[in-house]
Nanobody, 124 residues
Framework: QVQLVESGGGQVQAGGSLRLSCAASGRSFSGHAMAWFRQSPGKEREIVAS?????????????YYTDSVKGRFTISRDSANDTLYLQMNNLKPEDTAVYYC????????????WGQGTQVIVSS
């Protein structure tokens, strides 16, 4: 059974940092894209960052970041323990959301594996 389990959310002041983790299990994610999404109340879910997994590397290619987090967030992956990370620095109140880890086969259009989400609250 495939599981993606997020952790690391919490409440921080604006300008602070958090690191989210997503522990993956149940299958190999080689040949998959892995991503962080977020959703705020009243807003559509948006992709925050993504990487491609394969070739025996933690990831390959250039990570994708949505414009609003470029220069502040960093996506990474530890292949030894199959964990995806999102380092979030200089957090802003508009980053407040539930953050989800997700994965899809690289050739698929939709993400079909999802975690349960972790809440991030940034206070001003």
């Amino acid at each position: 059974q495939v599981q993606l389990v997020e952790s690391g959310g919490g409440q921080v002041q604006a300008g602070g940092s958090l690191r989210l983790s997503c522990a993956a299990s149940g299958r190999s994610f080689s040949g998959h894209a892995m991503a962080w999404f977020r959703q705020s109340p009243g807003k559509e879910r948006e992709i925050v960052a993504s990487i491609k997994v394969g070739g025996g590397l933690p990831y390959y290619g250039i990570p994708y970041y949505t414009d609003s987090v470029k220069g502040r967030f960093t996506i990474s992956r530890d292949s030894a323990n199959d964990t995806l990370y999102l380092q979030m620095n200089n957090l802003k109140p508009e980053d407040t959301a539930v953050y989800y880890c997700a994965a899809r086969w690289i050739a698929a259009s939709d993400y079909n594996y999802w975690g349960q989400g972790t809440q991030v609250i940034v206070s001003s």
